[in-house]
């Protein structure tokens, strides 16, 4: 059932059961640290990070190609999935995506959601459109994933979920999957 799956923004799997929470809520009860129903931007960096330990498997500070495939089949094996907007999903559109538009270079950003159609592997269950989460964080595209590159990709993310800039992503605001 893919009915309570969610991937964070990170990338991390949650599968819920039937009677557990909505596993958007697992997530966030994990990376909201301080419990006071929000996400700083510090807390969404820690999340991230906490997870990246989690995927380098060798603690060398970087992912390479060997832990994302290991990722792939072990940890997420949705992100290889096809897509998730077909007869086989009773015709479920994945949740919609929050977009960045305008120019970045001054700041000037505005959001827009996507209808969720046609999103493959993580992105069908996720607030964000990336299909492959890991390698989405790989700027330099040299099959490696630094710290920098994973805080950067953090930062990106907690931007895109932060839309007006108020340094904190609450649960009621975050689009509904």
Known sequence: DIANIFFSPSG??????????????????????????????????A??????????INKDGKVDAAEVKNYEERIAPEVLARSFDSPETDGKKGPVDVQPHGDTRLGNVKTEQS???????????????EPEP??????????????EEWLAAANRRFGRLDPEATGAIRFKDLPKT
């Open 12 to 45: 991390e799997p949650f599968r819920g059961g039937d009677k557990d929470d909505y596993a958007v809520a697992l997530w966030f009860a994990k990376a909201d640290a301080n419990k006071d129903g929000a996400l700083s931007k510090e807390e969404f960096r």
């Open 47 to 56: 999340d991230a990070m906490r997870f990246l330990a989690v995927v380098d």
């Open 115 to 129: 209808d969720g159609q046609n999103r493959q592997g993580a992105g069908f269950f996720s607030f964000l459109d």
């Open 134 to 147: 890991l390698t989405a964080a790989d700027m330099d595209f040299n099959n490696k994933i630094t710290r």
